[in-house]
C-alpha cells in the first residue's frame, strides 16, 4: 500500500470511488476539483499496484484551533484490512502539523463500522443532525477529537512500542505491540 498527497490527475479514480461509495449523495466533480486545489484543503489517496483504492480529506484552514474531516472513503474490496485507520491517522498528524486543537466529523447513522472507528481513536458524539444526508434521510452524528489529546496518547503508545526488553541472554531486542494498520 502506497498512501500520498492526492492531485487533481487523481480526480477520475477519486470520483469513481465517491460514487461507488455514495450513490445517492456523491459530490460532483467540480466540488471535488475544488476540495482537491484548496489552500485549506489537504487530501491522500491510498493505492495498490497502481489502483486507487481510498482516498480521504481535511479541511483545516491555517491558523483555525479546529478542523474538519471531509471524507473517507475505501473501495468496497478493499476494506477491513485497516486502510481507513491509516487514511484517518495521516489525517489526524496533518492537523497536528497546522496547531489544531480540536478535529470534528459527520457519520452517518447507519455506518457502525466508521462509528466504532472513530470512537476507537477517541472521537465523542457531540450532536446529532437529523436527516442531514438526502436523499436518504440518514441522521448525520457529530463528532469531535480532542486532537491534543490524541497526539499525546499516540506519543506514549509509540514510547512503549519502542522499549527494550533484556532477554536472557543479555542482548536487548525491541518490543513490539503487534499493531498495525495494513
Same mark, same amino acid.
Given at each position: 500500500? $502506497?498512501?500520498?498527497?492526492? $492531485?487533481?490527475?487523481?480526480? *477520475?479514480?477519486?470520483?469513481?470511488?465517491?460514487? %461507488?461509495? =455514495?450513490? $445517492?449523495?456523491?459530490?460532483?466533480?467540480?466540488?471535488?476539483?475544488?476540495?482537491?486545489?484548496?489552500?485549506?484543503?489537504?487530501?491522500?489517496? !491510498?493505492?495498490?499496484?497502481?489502483?486507487?483504492?481510498?482516498?480521504?480529506?481535511?479541511r483545516a484552514v491555517r491558523g483555525a484551533r479546529d478542523a474538519d474531516v471531509q471524507t473517507i472513503t475505501i473501495s468496497a474490496a478493499a476494506r477491513g484490512r485497516g486502510r481507513g485507520r491509516a487514511?484517518?491517522?495521516?489525517?489526524?498528524?496533518?492537523?497536528?502539523?497546522? *496547531?489544531?486543537h480540536d !478535529? =470534528?466529523?459527520?457519520?452517518?447513522?447507519?455506518?457502525? !463500522? %466508521?462509528?466504532?472507528?472513530?470512537?476507537?481513536?477517541? =472521537?465523542?458524539?457531540v450532536g446529532r443532525r437529523p436527516r442531514y444526508y438526502q436523499p436518504d434521510d440518514v441522521d448525520a452524528i457529530v463528532m469531535q477529537l480532542d486532537l491534543r489529546g490524541w497526539a499525546a496518547r499516540r506519543a506514549e503508545t509509540e514510547a512503549e512500542d519502542l522499549q527494550v526488553e533484556e532477554p536472557a541472554d543479555g542482548a536487548a531486542a525491541p518490543t513490539t505491540s503487534g499493531k498495525g494498520w495494513c
Open positions: 500500500m $502506497t498512501m500520498r498527497t492526492a $492531485t487533481v490527475a487523481d480526480l *477520475d479514480g477519486i470520483m469513481a470511488l465517491e460514487h %461507488a461509495s =455514495f450513490p $445517492t449523495d456523491a459530490w460532483s466533480p467540480a466540488m471535488m476539483r475544488e476540495e482537491l486545489a484548496s489552500p485549506h484543503g489537504w487530501y491522500v489517496v !491510498v493505492e495498490e499496484a497502481g489502483q486507487l483504492l481510498g482516498y480521504a480529506g481535511l487514511l484517518l491517522t495521516a489525517l489526524l498528524e496533518e492537523a497536528v502539523r497546522r *496547531d489544531v !478535529v =470534528f466529523l459527520e457519520v452517518r447513522a447507519d455506518n457502525p !463500522v %466508521a462509528q466504532t472507528l472513530y470512537l476507537s481513536e477517541g =472521537f465523542a458524539e
